[in-house]
C-alpha cells in the first residue's frame, strides 16, 4: 500500500511540470501547436523606461488566451487589461491597466503598461515601456499535462 501511494505521489508530481522555451522559434512552435505559453516576467533585470527609472522589485506571470504572430515583421504580441487599486504611480485609485506584450525574433521581449481611467478608460498616464530578453528578465514555460 505504501508503494502504491509513493508512487502515486510520484506521478502527480511529474505530471504538472512545465517546460521552459529558450528561444523565440520554440515560443512560436508552441503557439503554433495551440498550446498555452505562461510569461513571467523579472522587472528588475529589465531596462526601465528611462536610465534612471526604478521599479519596484516586482515580479509577474501571465497566461495570455491569444498570442498575434506576425510572420512578415518578426514578433509575436499578446495583451490584457486588468483593475488594481495597487498601481505604484496612483495608490489606492481604482483603474484599469492595459498591458502588452511584444517578443521580437531577436529575442527581445518589450511589455508596455497604461494606466486607464476606471470609468471612462482615459489615459492616466504615458505608455510605460520595459525592455526584457527570453531567458534573462523574461521567461516562458507551456505546463505538461
Known amino acids: 500500500m505504501r508503494k502504491l501511494v509513493a508512487l502515486t ?13 529558450h528561444s523565440y522559434e520554440k515560443i512560436k512552435e508552441a503557439v503554433a501547436n495551440g498550446q498555452l505559453v505562461r510569461i513571467f516576467v523579472d522587472y528588475a533585470q529589465c531596462s526601465g523606461p528611462t536610465k534612471n527609472y526604478k ?4 515580479n509577474s506571470a501571465y497566461t495570455p488566451n491569444e498570442i498575434a ?3 512578415d515583421a518578426g514578433y509575436m504580441a ?34 508596455s503598461l497604461i494606466p486607464l481611467n476606471a470609468i471612462d478608460f482615459t489615459p492616466l498616464s504615458n505608455k510605460i515601456t520595459f525592455k526584457c530578453k527570453i531567458n534573462e528578465s523574461a521567461q516562458f514555460f507551456i505546463e505538461n499535462k
Open 55 to 58: 521599479m519596484a522589485n516586482y
Open 69 to 71: 504572430i506576425n510572420n
Open 9 to 21: 505521489m510520484i506521478f502527480s508530481a511529474l505530471n504538472g511540470y512545465a517546460d521552459k522555451l
Open 78 to 111: 499578446a495583451s490584457m487589461m486588468h483593475f488594481t487599486v495597487n498601481h505604484p504611480q496612483f495608490p489606492n485609485q481604482p483603474i484599469y491597466e492595459f498591458n502588452r506584450y511584444t517578443i521580437a525574433s531577436n529575442g527581445d521581449v518589450s511589455i
